[in-house]
């Protein structure tokens, strides 16, 4: 029996390169990094993705996201 995981992709994540599992959407990718999306917004590929597409798109590899966390008097890159 093999125990082989899954390949992980490259992904740039605010600039700096990360490795993710394949598969992953913007909500997914949000989950696996223990980001509360209720108070952030995503760019994927420099396009603002809507918070009700956050579930149907999907982060491929290459992908260049920017997270960024809302907080009280502006906001921050995670």
């Known amino acids: 029996?093999?125990?082989h995981a899954s390949p992980l992709i490259s992904i740039v994540l605010n600039?700096?390169?990360a490795a993710v599992p394949p598969?992953?959407?913007v909500s997914g990718l949000l989950a696996?990094?223990?980001v509360d999306a209720?108070?952030?917004a995503v760019e994927l590929n420099r396009e603002i993705v809507?918070?009700?597409?956050w579930d149907s798109t999907p982060v491929s590899d290459g992908a260049n996201v920017e997270v960024?966390?809302?907080v009280g008097g502006g906001c921050?890159?995670?």
């Open 38 to 40: 209720a108070r952030v």
């Open 50 to 53: 809507r918070k009700t597409e």
């Open 76 to 78: 921050y890159n995670l």
């Open 23 to 25: 598969g992953l959407t």
């Open 68 to 70: 960024v966390q809302f």
């Open 15 to 17: 600039g700096e390169p």
């Open 1 to 3: 029996m093999s125990n």
């Open 32 to 34: 696996h990094l223990r």
